[in-house]
């Protein structure tokens, strides 16, 4: 099972654009990479998905390089609200530790 | 729909007792997983079923642990003879087999403390 490796915490400020690259050199033919926001005391929820190039929703978009074994996730204009922890999801079942984004006004 | 439900929210138990937790998916998921998620950590998978058909449990998954799912609806999770490492957060998620990218949709959680 590919295991992901996110960096463990990041800080930004209101209106910037931040991007969150994790790392998943195992990475299976057939997986595709998911993205989750959780906040505190809630469950994780979906944000994006994606399997190769460029994916983009309302939210958020996502890169992944042709070799499969990173994905970014950019975040345009964040705000306040914006402050979570974020999990790069390869496959159905194994999330990193996740990434811990700080947005400050 | 109202989403995914999982029931209690809040356990404390005792070291050695049995608990049980359920999770209600979203109704027209066939798909179910548990998670247990610990402070500061990522959500670590447990077990997951497809239908009535537990599919895949972790090996991190104790004998102390069991989980059900009889008519493809609800599941149960039990834990006999806690211990206070047990003490984390357990997640639920539902999704559909047929959508091939799996997105999951996750409970509220259910959070345990073995005193």
């Known amino acids: 099972l590919a295991k992901t490796t996110q960096p463990i915490s990041m800080d930004s400020y209101e209106g910037q654009e931040v991007n969150i690259t994790c790392s998943h050199n195992?990475?299976?033919?057939?997986?595709?990479i998911t993205w989750y926001q959780q906040f505190p005391s809630q469950g994780p929820r979906f944000i994006i998905q994606?399997?190769?190039t460029k994916v983009t929703n309302e939210v958020a978009s996502l890169f992944i390089p042709a070799d499969r074994k990173s994905s970014t996730l950019s975040l345009p204009r964040v705000s306040l609200s914006d402050t979570a922890v974020y999990y790069c999801?390869?496959?159905?079942?194994?999330f990193g530790k996740g990434t811990r984004l700080h947005i400050l006004p | 729909d109202t989403g995914v439900s999982q029931d209690p929210r809040h356990k404390i138990t005792k070291r050695g007792q049995n608990v049980t937790f359920r999770c209600d998916p979203i109704s027209e998921h066939n798909r179910l997983y548990w998670y247990r998620q610990t402070l500061g950590q990522g959500p670590e998978f447990l077990t997951y079923f497809q239908n009535e058909a537990q599919l895949e449990k972790s090996r991190l998954l104790s004998d102390r642990f069991s989980a059900e799912r009889p008519k493809g609806s609800f599941s149960t999770l039990e834990i006999q003879r806690t211990e206070q490492g047990d003490s984390a957060m357990y997640l639920c998620?539902?999704?559909?087999?047929?959508?091939?990218?799996?997105?999951?949709?996750f409970g509220p959680g259910t959070r345990l403390t073995v005193t």
């Open positions: 999801l390869v496959g159905k079942i194994i």
């Open positions: 998620a539902s999704s559909l087999s047929e959508d091939r990218t799996y997105e999951q949709y």
């Open positions: 994606g399997y190769k």
């Open positions: 195992n990475i299976a033919t057939n997986d595709y």
